[in-house]
């Protein structure tokens, strides 16, 4: 699977970006979708997810600014953000997770794509 970011930019504080993630392969729709993030100095962490059903999670420093959603058709995944604030600034991360059963169990997979960075300023 191969993963190819896009949507950042520079954005002033309160303002909206929409991130995308396009996805090749044709099993798009059994993967679970993320977006992480890694801010400068700080380890990478989830924003939100989306399960191969369209279950979501989101980060708590997200909820309510942020929704991610899924495209089947174009095999795509977005992150709508609004109401940035300076701490949203980070390289934000595309992630496909797959499960794969295996003899020995079940096996988790992570494919990621090459961020794509955000900032906004205050």
């Known amino acids: 699977v191969q993963l190819q970011a896009s949507g950042g930019g520079l954005v002033q504080a309160g303002g909206s970006l929409r991130l995308s993630c396009a996805a090749s392969?044709?099993?798009?729709?059994?993967?679970?979708m993320g977006w992480y993030r890694q801010a400068p100095g700080k380890q990478r962490d989830l924003a939100a997810i989306?399960?191969?059903?369209?279950?979501?999670r989101y980060a708590d420093s997200v909820k309510g600014r942020f929704t991610i959603s899924r495209d089947g058709a174009k095999n795509t995944v977005f992150l709508q953000m609004n109401s940035l604030n300076p701490e949203d600034t980070a390289i934000y991360y595309c992630?496909?997770?797959?499960?794969?059963?295996?003899?020995?169990?079940?096996?988790?997979?992570?494919?990621w794509g090459q961020g794509t960075q955000v900032t906004v300023s205050s």
């Open positions: 992630n496909a997770n797959q499960l794969v059963q295996r003899v020995s169990g079940m096996e988790s997979i992570d494919y």
């Open positions: 392969g044709s099993t798009f729709s059994t993967y679970a």
């Open positions: 989306i399960s191969s059903g369209g279950t979501t």
